[in-house]
């Protein structure tokens, strides 16, 4: 039986939320939607990051915490050079400080700006010594948490180093060369950026992921307002990811055993409502979605 540790991502499914709203849409969100994790960011207030630690525990709920938006949102890279990469740094270590407060199981990043195929090499030599010292930032914390690595894409969108999920996977070896532990968070919206096969991909990336995000695109035309990494609702029009390709990619993430009984992957439903559209009227629709295709990719599975 294929099974899955759902989660929502919740600063895509509520971008611009009133921070003073977010423990009430935690407490929704554990409490209405049948959640096994909550992917959440950065909370500056520590009373608020508590209580919605209990909240969770509670709930018996997990937590991911990611990092890439406020580290992007602040310009700063974790491949660049000098003073950069530190300040980087700095800012990813008061962020891991955050997750551990909140409890998380792992700790998502970005690579960092991609500096051009020139100068790749030394930047994933920067991007190494930057997950090196996280790491140590982590054991300081003393709560264990998974580093993770999500690859975007490299010249659409966030325009990140990291980048081709098979650049991705020498950064994971290499970290292992060290004797030190990274993993990725494989999102279906960058596979389909990177001009990736979705189930090549989810190949080759099975034995270093047990984080998939299902999402939607729009890349057939640069003039649509939501193209690039908008993550627009599944089936919108011009999009790429629709109720039968949300089938086809169950049934990847199965035979390449993301869904096995025995570890089953945090598979991350992330949706942003449009200009104007209710957040929780286009959370139950995503939902909605990837339920029926669950049900029709399993179908068998689920009578036996």
């Known amino acids: 039986m294929p099974r899955a540790r759902f989660s929502i991502i919740h600063p ?15 407490h ?6 049948p959640l096994a994790v909550l992917e959440i960011t950065s909370i500056p207030e520590a009373a608020t990051r508590h209580a919605v630690r209990r909240a969770m525990e509670a709930s018996s709920t997990g937590c991911v915490f990611l990092s890439g938006l406020p580290i992007m949102r602040a310009g700063a890279s974790l491949c660049a050079e000098g003073e950069a990469r ?3 740094v700095t800012l990813a270590a008061s962020l891991v400080r955050e997750a551990a407060d909140l409890g998380a199981e792992a700790f998502v990043m970005v690579s960092g700006a991609d500096p051009g195929a020139a ?9 190494l010594e930057s997950l090196a010292q996280i790491h140590e930032h982590v054991a300081r914390t003393g709560h264990p948490m998974t580093l993770r690595l999500e690859p975007t894409d490299r010249e659409m969108h966030w325009r ?3 980048g081709p999920t098979s650049d991705a996977l020498g950064v994971v070896s290499a970290m292992a060369a060290r004797g030190l532990v990274v993993d990725l968070n494989i999102d279906v919206s960058h596979i389909l950026q990177l001009g990736e096969d979705i189930g090549g991909t989810l190949g080759i990336a099975a034995s270093n ?3 998939v995000h299902l999402s939607n695109c729009v890349i057939g035309s640069g003039e649509d307002p939501l193209f690039g990494d908008h993550h627009p609702p599944f089936g919108h029009p011009g999009s790429e990811t629709g109720p039968s390709e949300l089938v086809r990619i169950l049934h990847a993430l199965h035979y390449h055993g993301f869904l096995s009984a025995d570890d089953p992957s945090v598979i991350g439903i992330e949706v942003v409502p449009l200009a104007g559209d209710d957040p929780w009227a286009t959370l139950d629709q995503a939902t909605s979605d990837v339920a029926l295709a669950w049900h029709s990719a399993f179908a068998v599975a689920l009578q036996r």
């Open 119 to 127: 100068g790749r090499g030394r930047a994933i030599a920067n991007l």
């Open 12 to 26: 895509q499914a509520f971008p611009g939320a009133d921070p003073r709203e977010l423990l009430s849409t935690v």
């Open 28 to 33: 929704r969100l554990i409490g209405d939607y």
């Open 86 to 88: 530190e300040r980087a």
């Open 160 to 162: 990140q180093l990291l």
């Open 209 to 211: 992921s047990r984080h």
